[in-house]
């Protein structure tokens, strides 16, 4: 603090700062509250996926068991096919409150299963059934990566969002609060002193004042005295004169 300048525009400027470290911190602590609706969701939804992925695993290499007694097995032939998948993974962004988080999809190729004559000779209905529901075990196996990669992204996200808002509430707030306290102490202080000696000078020239005038009244009345004295001389000097005629006076001999 007491290297910022306690000025009026250091007052401005931090003014702002807080300003803006203030809607900061309200837009990270609605981020962060949004990342945290996102994240019970995802973390619910991966709860319920990997429990239908158990019974949908179960049943589906249960199903696989059934094909190969009503079948044989017909693991030989599909392994000597040109193996071309049908189906493939996409990869996609959602976009949750400014974090951009994978998402997995499933698409369609367009090729064409080469093992369409599998089950012929028997067991056609459990080779389909094993189909389907290693296709369902397939969409939720997807559906759960999705979901894995997501979470993970989303709770390194919600952590970085959470230490910004911490430091801004805990740090970065305070801290600039703080220098503006500071400054304004600082300014009032100012102030004082500013007003102090404005009131010493204003003294100082009310005192200088008053012995001007009285210096100037002392002037005055001392003018008005020596005046007075003079114009009485004068009075005394002609009656003194005009008393006494030298015509009258026989023993006043000139």
């Known amino acids: 603090m007491a290297e910022v300048p306690p000025t009026r525009m250091n007052q401005q400027i931090y003014k702002g700062k807080l300003k803006a470290a203030q809607g900061g911190h309200k837009l990270l602590k609605k981020k962060a509250d949004a990342l945290k609706v996102k994240f019970r ?6 709860a319920e996926t ?3 992925m158990a019974s949908d695993s179960s049943s589906a290499f249960f199903s696989l068991t059934q094909a190969e007694y009503a079948a044989g097995n017909f693991k030989q032939k599909v392994a000597e096919g040109s193996m071309s998948a049908r189906i493939r993974v996409g990869a ?6 400014g974090v951009k988080l994978p998402v997995f ?5 367009g090729a064409v299963a080469d093992n369409q004559s599998l ?6 209905k459990k080779i389909v059934a094993v189909r389907e529901k290693f296709t369902v075990l397939l969409d939720n196996l997807i559906k759960l990566a999705s979901l894995q990669t997501s979470f993970v992204t989303l709770d390194e996200a919600l952590k970085v969002t959470n230490r910004r808002v911490n430091a801004l509430e805990n740090v970065t707030i305070p801290k600039i609060e703080g220098t503006l306290a500071y400054i304004g102490r600082e300014l009032d202080e100012l102030e004082r002193e500013d007003f102090t000696r404005l009131k010493l000078v204003q003294g100082k020239k009310k005192v200088e004042q008053q012995e001007a005038d009285a210096l100037k009244e002392k002037e ?3 003018a008005a005295i020596s005046g007075k004295s003079s114009a009485g001389g004068k009075e005394n000097e002609a009656d003194i ?3 006494f005629d030298a015509n009258d006076d026989e023993d006043v001999v000139f």
């Open 50 to 52: 990997k429990n239908s």
């Open 119 to 124: 089950g012929l000779v028997g067991g056609g």
């Open 41 to 46: 969701d995802y973390a619910k939804s991966i």
């Open 92 to 97: 996609g962004v959602d976009n949750v409150a």
């Open 220 to 222: 005055a009345a001392l």
């Open 241 to 243: 004169t005009a008393a």
């Open 105 to 109: 999809t499933k698409y369609d190729t």
